[in-house]
T-cell receptor, first 113, second 117 residues
Framework: GQQLNQSPQSMFIQEGEDVSMNCTSS?????WLWYKQDPGEGPVLLIA?????ELTSNGRLTAQFGITRKDSFLNISASIPSDVGIYFC?????????????FGQGTILTVHP | DTEVTQTPKHLVMGMTNKKSLKCEQH?????MYWYKQKAKKPPELMFV???????INESVPSRFSPECPNSSLLNLHLHALQPEDSALYLC????????????????FGSGTRLTVV
């Protein structure tokens, strides 16, 4: 089946630093999604990408849908303590696979004040 | 209303108990999902309902029984669970295919933390 390789697995950074994480796949997706999950809560959608090459921003977050449709990255600029959490990428193929998201393994982000 | 509400937030049950998890959304979404998530792992899909009909069952054991009584509600009935079934159970909803809405981003609930003893 499809698998997503998400890296890095964890990051320890100082407040104010920029963060970059990415996901790669052996097969293509038609949609890439980035979620953040806080402890004891469900994942919250940060950015959705629908077209190859698309670059989208949401405040301090920027994400891109790779031109090959097999990868995506998420950047966080000027990190703050509330950015702490687990970030998941997810790919969606659609068609007969509608409803099935393939998740990456997650990036655990720790921000030191 | 842009929320998916799950109850209860926490549940402890014995292996012989029968319990149910509930999920409700009022966003007009006609696709609803159950996911299981272990600590620091990604969510794993269990079931997909589209227009109140079960469309995907990811080979989930029969001790988990989903039910979609109407377009706003989704239940997960639990019976004779094992300790390894302890996890965070997440409900999510989205627009289904064919609606002309290119939004495949799920809205997740906060989950039910289930402990089987």
């Amino acid at each position: 089946g499809q698998q997503l390789n998400q890296s890095p697995q964890s990051m320890f950074i100082q407040e104010g630093e920029d963060v970059s994480m990415n996901c790669t796949s052996s097969s293509i997706f038609n949609t890439w999604l980035w979620y953040k999950q806080d402890p004891g809560e469900g994942p919250v959608l940060l950015i959705a990408l629908y077209k190859a090459g698309e670059l989208t921003s949401n405040g301090r977050l920027t994400a891109q849908f790779g031109i090959t449709r097999k990868d995506s990255f998420l950047n966080i600029s000027a990190s703050i303590p509330s950015d702490v959490g687990i970030y998941f990428c997810a790919g969606h193929l659609g068609g007969t696979s509608y409803g099935k998201l393939t998740f990456g393994q997650g990036t655990i982000l720790t921000v030191h004040p | 209303d842009t929320e998916v509400t799950q109850t209860p937030k926490h549940l402890v049950m014995g292996m012989t108990n029968k319990k149910s998890l509930k999920c409700e959304q009022h966003m007009g979404h006609r696709a609803m999902y159950w996911y299981k998530q272990k600590a620091k792992k990604p969510p794993e899909l269990m079931f997909v309902y589209s227009y109140e009909k079960l469309s995907i069952n990811e080979s989930v054991p029969s001790r988990f029984s989903p039910e979609c009584p109407n377009s706003s509600l989704l239940n997960l009935h639990l019976h004779a669970l094992q300790p390894e079934d302890s996890a965070l159970y997440l409900c999510a909803s989205s627009h289904p295919p064919g609606t002309g809405k290119a939004n495949y981003g799920y809205t997740f609930g906060s989950g039910t933390r289930l402990t089987v003893v």
